[in-house]
């Protein structure tokens, strides 16, 4: 069985771009959920998408919006970045009616 | 929304020794569950435990659902166990919350 990979590991990005993370999750997960953690703190839920269809969000701006695919794998999009978005962000994927949760190895994203 | 909190925030213990993570949640929960984050960043699955008690190999956990705590057990700590510990819990739904972390420290 694959693990949930991420790409990419690195990312330096300047304030006001767009950055896309991706992320690909097990065989036989159909929720995927991504998380933003800032140095020193726990991971922060930005939401989750459910058969293609967002399904819970935390309090993260419009900015930050995502897509699920028929393979169930996912992208996280950044918009209008600011230095503050600098962090290590994190995919999460579920199975199919379980609640266990498997991370990705995250993709740390530097604004400058 | 639920808070989780975790105790201590900081743990130094020498190698071979044992401890205890503390996590406590403000509200009944549907699940739980304990990472270790390594150096790197991963977060490694420990346990989904929202009610009663595991065990694999030198660690184990006790969620106490009524009481709305949960603790997680390390013996004979090696220096591989090093890194920080997250609570996480999920209230029917709503945001997959982690607590801040213990952060662990095992001098060999």
């Known amino acids: 069985e694959t693990g949930v990979t991420q790409s990419p590991t690195h990312l330096i990005k300047t304030r006001g771009q767009q950055v896309t993370l991706r992320c690909s999750s097990q065989?036989?997960?159909?929720?995927v959920s991504w998380y933003q953690q800032a140095l020193g703190q726990g991971p922060q839920f930005i939401f989750q998408?459910?058969?293609?269809?967002?399904?819970g969000r935390g309090n993260f701006p419009p900015r930050f919006s995502g897509l699920q695919f028929p393979n169930y794998s996912s992208e996280l999009n950044v918009n209008a970045l600011e230095l503050d978005d600098s962090a290590l962000y994190l995919c999460?994927?579920?199975?199919?009616?379980?609640?266990?949760?498997?991370f990705g190895p995250g993709t740390r994203l530097l604004v400058l | 929304g639920i808070q989780v909190e975790q105790s201590p925030p900081d743990l130094i213990l020498q190698e071979g020794a044992n401890s205890t993570l503390r996590c406590n949640f403000s509200?009944?929960?549907?699940?739980l569950q304990w990472f270790h984050q390594n150096p790197w960043g991963q977060l490694i699955n420990l346990f989904y435990?929202?009610?009663g008690t595991k065990q694999n190999g030198r660690l184990s956990a006790t969620t106490v659902a009524t009481e709305r705590y949960s603790l997680l057990y390390i013996s004979s700590s090696q220096t591989t166990d090093s890194g920080v510990y997250f609570c996480?819990?999920?209230?029917?739904?709503?945001?997959?919350?982690f607590g801040p972390g213990t952060r662990l420290s095992v001098l060999p």
């Open positions: 435990i929202p009610s």
């Open positions: 998408y459910y058969r293609e269809e967002e399904n």
């Open positions: 999460a994927s579920s199975p199919t009616g379980q609640e266990t949760q498997y």
């Open positions: 996480a819990a999920d209230n029917y739904g709503q945001n997959f919350v």
């Open positions: 509200d009944s929960v549907n699940n």
């Open positions: 065989s036989g997960h159909n929720t």
